[in-house]
C-alpha cells in the first residue's frame, strides 16, 4: 500500500471562491486539458452537501515502464470520483476501470490565514504479486502529477488568468 498526503494552497482565496471552483465542470476540465489527457469526461451532480463530482482521465503510456505496460495497455484510464458531504470534505475514490486495485481517501478544504489548502490523502493498493508495489508508486506519481496541475490551474483559475 502506499499512502499520498498532498496539500493544494489557495493564496488570498475565500473558502467560497475554491468550493465553487472545484465545484465548476469547466475548471475540471481545464485540468484535464492542462495534462495533455487523450481524452476526458466530467460530471458534477447534486447540490451541497451532497454533490457528487466525477472526472475521467485518459492517460497514454507512452512514458510508462515496459513492465507496467502489459498490465495496463495503450491507455490508462483514472477515474475519480468525490462526494462532497459539505462544503469542504468529500470522499475520493479512484478506479482504474477493469484493473485491480483501489484508491480510497479523502479531500478537506480549510483556511489557514488567508489562504485556502485543499489536502488530498489517499492510499493506493495493488494486489498483484512482485509487481503490485511498483505499479502502486506509478499510480501514486500519476495522482500527484493530477493534483499539481490542479493547483496551477487553480491559481490561475483564481486570479482570473485563465482562458
Request: glycine share 8%; no cysteine.
Given at each position: ?5 498532498h496539500t493544494l494552497v489557495y493564496p488570498g482565496a ?86 485491480p486495485g483501489e484508491m480510497v481517501g479523502s479531500a ?38 493530477a493534483f499539481k496541475a490542479e493547483n496551477k490551474v ?10
Amino acid at each position: 500500500m502506499k499512502k499520498i498526503n498532498h496539500t493544494l494552497v489557495y493564496p488570498g482565496a475565500s473558502l467560497d471562491q475554491v468550493v465553487a471552483m472545484v465545484s465548476d465542470p469547466a475548471f475540471r476540465e481545464a485540468v484535464a486539458d492542462y495534462q495533455g489527457v487523450v481524452r476526458r469526461s466530467v460530471s458534477v451532480t447534486g447540490e451541497v452537501p451532497a454533490k457528487r463530482i466525477e472526472v475521467e482521465l485518459v492517460h497514454g503510456t507512452e512514458r510508462v515502464p515496459s513492465f507496467a505496460k502489459k498490465f495496463v495497455g495503450d491507455e490508462i484510464p483514472i477515474v475519480q470520483v468525490e462526494t462532497w458531504t459539505s462544503d469542504t470534505a468529500a470522499d475520493v475514490e479512484v478506479t482504474i476501470p477493469g484493473k485491480p486495485g483501489e484508491m480510497v481517501g479523502s479531500a478537506t478544504l480549510t483556511t489557514s490565514g488567508d489562504d485556502v489548502v485543499e489536502t488530498m490523502e489517499l492510499e493506493v493498493r495493488v494486489k498483484i504479486p512482485l509487481v503490485g508495489g511498483k505499479i502502486e508508486d506509478l499510480i501514486a506519481g500519476l495522482l500527484v502529477k493530477a493534483f499539481k496541475a490542479e493547483n496551477k490551474v487553480g491559481l490561475k483559475w483564481l486570479a482570473g488568468e485563465w482562458n
